[in-house]
């Protein structure tokens, strides 16, 4: 049932349904080869720096190698903005957010980007935290229909109450009659829903990234730093994103370098998340008890639970042997992870549902957040004022993008669950890989977080191989010091190798501790040891510091909050909202302020 009529505050109705973008009009071109660039300088969320919105246009020709099944062109979307200091000599960090196909623009307004949201999600404000104080930031929408990304524009309706295929191409009624436009039915103009045409695996989406990477590295006109080295950031299932693509991107380099390949070195310097997942052969097996046996004291789940869910990763057939069996089928029969083989696809999504069911999933039935663990479900935690400030018609023009935006993309995370990315991608290789060749690593972690938590974070830490794995595991914890705090966090660090814990943080520490992520962050960059910032790391010095401390991180116990309220918004309904503020959506009588509902409270 659509509802009928809403209670609305402002001027909530015009705004929402501003409807079809306009195609901009005011846009820089820039031609590279068969590709393009398309861009405009921005006035929004950053004040003290310039920042520069635009797409890298990829012909479908260029990809042909990584799109086996459907051809497609490609528009990618991304956000650059220089460092406030210094950007002619900055290093640059490209930021990659999680989902499977949530928008990096949600990065560049929470915690560590140039603003955060206002409430009303009519306006930002400036972040003294932000990741481009000394480093310039470029934010990548991908994969393709994630964010503003998309591979051809298509006018469709959007569905604000549903939770999968919300989206829908007009075409796609045929003879039955398109729906009217009301507050939570929306039409606009999306990237095709065409599962054929989404990225089906991390190792494709890296692919894609570099192929982006060579024309705006070689090609953007406003990228002019002295300091060509890249990093490579990302948070959730940017984790996954992360040292995959950074891998590809350093392998690529060789090919180059040695005339196999044509191209632009795109030399990495760090690779670093926030509460990532990367690789649940190594991570899976500690969210029971993450669940059960935290710092916080927290048993979220009965001893009972705890004991079927680890012996559910362990017991033959069980979760690590479904892992183990689709890895070593797509070694033999899917090698580069195009998605071309439909039984190891059925093997490796058959592991990702046992796992998923049986491992991680105890834990939601305690009713808690799965982004924070001191929360409850709905949860207004990570905050999602930014989805309607990018679907508001002014900021897309200010941005110059001819479509509405999408803020987690289903047609994204279908495509990966359904091929099994999540238990099949096997970051751990990425991992040793860098560290072999001299790449950062660093891992950071909140400890409230249960989707990906910080005690399978550090046996990823432990278990990596690598020249520095003996001295980095007997190293000790160190308390990381910023000018406000001495105790906001822990780090374990040898070299190239830091494994950070932040205190009363969940999913998004960025967001929770802004200015000890920050300062992470910019030590990592800065080539400082993370604990003091007055250490140098590279070289010999390098090699030779290790943290010292306690050996486990354990002791450091924590005593959780009183959970936030509820903060119902119109654009995250299944997530924020309670079933009585859903049910008053839906037959018309909820009361709106904004994008918020706010009776019923």
């Not at 109705?13 to 921005?42: C, E, H, M, R």
Request: net charge negative; with cysteine.
């Amino acid at each position: 049932m659509r509802p009928q009529s809403l209670h609305i505050i402002g001027s909530l109705f015009t705004v929402v349904l501003a409807g079809f973008p306009s195609a901009p009009d005011d846009l820089i071109k820039i031609n590279a080869g068969d590709s393009s660039i398309s861009y405009k300088q921005t006035t929004i969320c950053e004040t003290k720096a310039r920042g520069f919105a635009g797409y890298v246009h990829l012909p479908a020709s260029a990809l042909g190698e990584i799109q086996p099944l459907e051809q497609y062109n490609v528009s990618m979307f991304f956000w650059y903005f220089e460092a406030r200091q210094h950007p002619e000599n900055a290093k640059t960090a490209i930021y990659l957010a999680g989902g499977p196909g949530q928008s990096s623009l949600y990065g560049a307004t929470s915690g560590g980007g140039p603003c955060t949201v206002l409430p009303n999600s009519n306006g930002t404000k400036y972040n003294p935290h932000a990741w481009n104080e000394h480093v310039n930031v470029l934010y990548v929408d991908q994969p393709v229909g994630a964010g503003f990304s998309y591979d051809k524009l298509v006018n469709s309706t959007q569905d604000l109450l549903a939770e999968q295929d919300s989206i829908i191409a007009i075409e796609d009624y045929d003879s039955e009659p398109v729906p009217a436009e009301s507050t939570t039915f929306l039409y606009g103009t999306f990237s095709s829903q065409n599962l054929s045409r989404a990225a089906p695996t991390t190792a494709v989406a890296a692919r894609t990234l570099w192929h982006f990477a060579q024309v705006w590295f070689s090609s953007f006109p406003e990228y002019k730093t002295q300091d060509k080295s890249i990093s490579i950031w990302g948070n959730s299932y940017g984790a996954y994103y992360a040292p995959v693509s950074a891998e590809h991107f350093a392998r690529q380099n060789k090919k180059i370098q040695s005339g196999m390949l044509k191209g632009t070195v795109l030399d990495i310097d760090a690779v670093g998340w926030t509460n990532g997942c990367t690789d649940m052969l190594y991570q899976a097996e500690w969210f029971p008890d993450m669940a059960y046996n935290n710092t916080y004291g927290l048993e979220a789940i009965s001893r009972d639970t705890f004991n079927a869910a680890k012996s559910d990763y362990s017991k033959p057939g069980g979760c690590r042997d479904l892992m183990l069996k689709c890895r070593e089928l797509g070694d033999l029969n899917d090698p580069n992870e195009l998605s071309i083989d439909p039984t190891v696809n059925a093997v490796c999504a058959q592991a990702t549902i046992y796992c998923a069911t049986a491992v991680i999933q105890p834990y939601v039935y305690s009713g808690r957040s799965r982004y924070d663990i001191a929360h409850f479900q709905p949860d207004p935690s990570p905050s999602q004022h930014h989805i309607g400030f990018f679907n508001r018609a002014w900021v897309q023009r200010e941005l110059g993008v001819p479509l509405n935006f999408t803020a987690n993309s289903n047609n994204v995370f279908s495509a990966f669950y359904a091929n099994g990315d999540p238990f099949r991608t096997a970051g751990m290789k990425s991992i040793e890989y860098l560290l072999s060749i001299g790449v950062k690593v660093a891992m950071i972690y909140g400890d409230r977080d249960y989707t990906c938590p910080w005690n399978g974070g550090e046996q990823l830490s432990l278990q990596a191989n690598w020249t520095g794995a003996e001295i980095f595991r007997g190293a000790g914890y160190a308390s990381i010091r910023t000018t406000s705090c001495d105790s906001g966090g822990v780090v374990r660090q040898h070299g190239s190798l830091s494994f950070s814990r932040v205190f009363d943080a969940g999913h998004d520490a960025a967001a929770y501790q802004p200015q000890l992520v920050h300062q992470i962050f910019d030590r990592v960059m800065r080539d400082q040891d993370v604990a003091s910032g007055t250490q140098d790391t590279s070289g010999s010095d390098g090699s030779r510091y290790a943290t010292a401390g306690p050996s486990s991180v354990f002791g450091w116990k924590n005593v959780l909050p009183e959970p936030p309220g509820v903060d119902c918004n119109l654009y995250a309904v299944s997530s924020s909202c309670t079933m009585e503020q859903y049910a008053a959506l839906q037959n018309g009588t909820a009361v709106l302020n904004d994008f918020r509902v706010v009776s019923p409270a």
